[in-house]
C-alpha cells in the first residue's frame, strides 16, 4: 500500500508505524458507519451529538470500533481513512552539557482497561516501555525556543513540574549546574504519593545537598485526608514567592493544561494581589507584563 511521504509500504508496517490506529476519528467512524450501514454510528456524527459522541467514544480504541462493526476494505481505502501517526511531544529531561550522548525523558505509561472489559495502551509511551529495545524509533524535535533556563547565571528560576511536569525542571537544573550559575533555585514538585511517585528523588536530593537547589516544596495529594496540591503550597509561601519576583525571578510551569495550569495561575494572581498589594487589574497587567519579558513561561498539554 501507499502511505503519503513514505512510499510503497507493507500494510502491517504501515499499521505498526505510520498510521493512526488508536483514535477514533470522525473519518474513521463515519467510513465504518456507511461500510457497516449502522444506524447508531450515523447518529453519533450528527453534529448536535457531540456529547454522546464524547461518551460513547471513552476509552475506545479503532480496534474495538472495526471490532464491533466488521467491514471489508481494500488497503488502500484503508490508507486513505487512517491519519498519519502523529508525533507524541515530551519534554527533554536532561541537559546535553550534563549528558552530551543521550536525550532523556519521563514518560508515564499509559494502560487501562476500557468500558468493555479489554486492556488498551498509549500508543507511543507504552510503545517506550514495551518495545524501545527492538529496533530504531523516528523522532520529531519541536524546538521551544524560550522555556529553558535564564541566560542571566544570578537570574532566580522558580518552577511548577507537578507529575511528569518535573522532567524540563531536572534538565534546567542540570544545566545550571554544569553552568556553573549561582543563581537562587526553587522547584514545586506534587504527585499522589510520596512512597511510589516521588520521581527524581534521589537527583533532586543531590540537587539540595549540593546547594544547587535553594528551595523544594512537596505536594502528595493522597497522604492525607485534604488533599494538597502544588498552588496551594505556593500559597503557603506566597509572600516569599512574591520577594522572588520582585527580585527579578523567571517562573515556570510544565504539566496538565486542563486544570493545573490554570489553577497555578489563579494562586498567581492570588498571590500578587494578596501578598504585592497590586488591584486585580494591576496583577493582570503584571502577568502579561512577565509573559512579554518571557519571566513567565509554560509547557502545558
Known amino acids: 500500500m501507499t502511505v503519503p511521504d513514505a512510499g510503497e509500504l ?3 508496517e504501515a499499521l505498526r508505524t505510520r498510521l493512526e490506529i488508536a483514535k477514533i476519528t470522525p473519518d474513521l467512524l463515519r467510513f465504518v458507519a456507511e461500510r457497516a450501514g449502522d444506524r447508531e454510528l450515523r447518529q453519533l456524527l450528527r453534529p448536535d451529538n457531540k456529547d454522546a459522541l464524547a461518551r460513547w467514544s471513552w476509552g475506545l480504541q479503532a480496534v474495538d470500533l472495526v471490532g464491533a462493526f ?9 490508507a486513505g481513512v487512517l491519519r498519519r501517526l502523529q508525533p507524541r511531544l515530551y519534554s527533554i529531561s536532561s541537559s546535553p552539557l550534563a549528558h552530551p550522548d543521550e536525550v532523556r525523558l519521563t514518560v508515564s505509561v499509559v494502560r487501562y482497561a476500557n468500558d468493555l472489559g479489554r486492556s488498551r495502551k498509549g500508543v507511543c509511551s507504552a510503545f517506550l516501555a514495551d518495545n524501545a529495545d527492538d529496533g530504531p524509533i523516528p523522532v520529531f524535535v519541536q524546538r521551544s525556543p524560550h522555556f529553558r533556563p535564564p541566560a542571566d547565571p544570578a537570574t532566580p528560576m522558580i518552577m511548577l513540574g507537578p507529575g511528569t511536569g518535573v522532567a524540563p525542571f531536572v534538565g534546567f537544573l542540570e544545566d545550571r549546574q554544569a553552568r556553573g550559575h549561582t543563581g537562587p533555585n ?13 520521581y527524581y528523588r534521589e537527583e533532586i536530593a543531590a540537587f539540595q545537598a549540593s546547594g544547587h537547589l535553594d528551595r523544594l516544596d512537596l505536594a502528595f495529594s493522597r497522604d492525607q485526608r485534604n488533599k494538597i496540591y502544588v498552588q496551594d503550597r505556593m500559597r503557603e509561601h506566597g509572600p516569599r514567592l512574591w520577594d522572588w519576583l520582585r527580585s527579578g525571578a523567571h517562573f515556570y510551569v510544565c504539566g496538565d493544561a486542563g486544570r493545573m495550569a490554570k489553577d ?7 498571590i500578587l494581589t494578596t501578598h504585592g498589594g497590586l488591584a486585580e487589574d494591576e496583577a493582570a497587567a503584571y502577568l502579561k507584563q512577565l509573559v512579554a519579558e518571557k519571566r513567565y513561561v509554560r509547557d502545558v498539554y
Do not use: K, Y
Open 10 to 12: 507493507p500494510l502491517a
Open 70 to 78: 466488521p467491514v471489508r476494505a481494500r488497503a488502500t481505502e484503508w
Open 264 to 270: 497555578v495561575d489563579a494562586a498567581l494572581r492570588e
Open 186 to 198: 526553587w522547584l514545586f514538585f506534587g504527585e499522589q504519593r510520596e512512597a511510589t511517585d516521588f
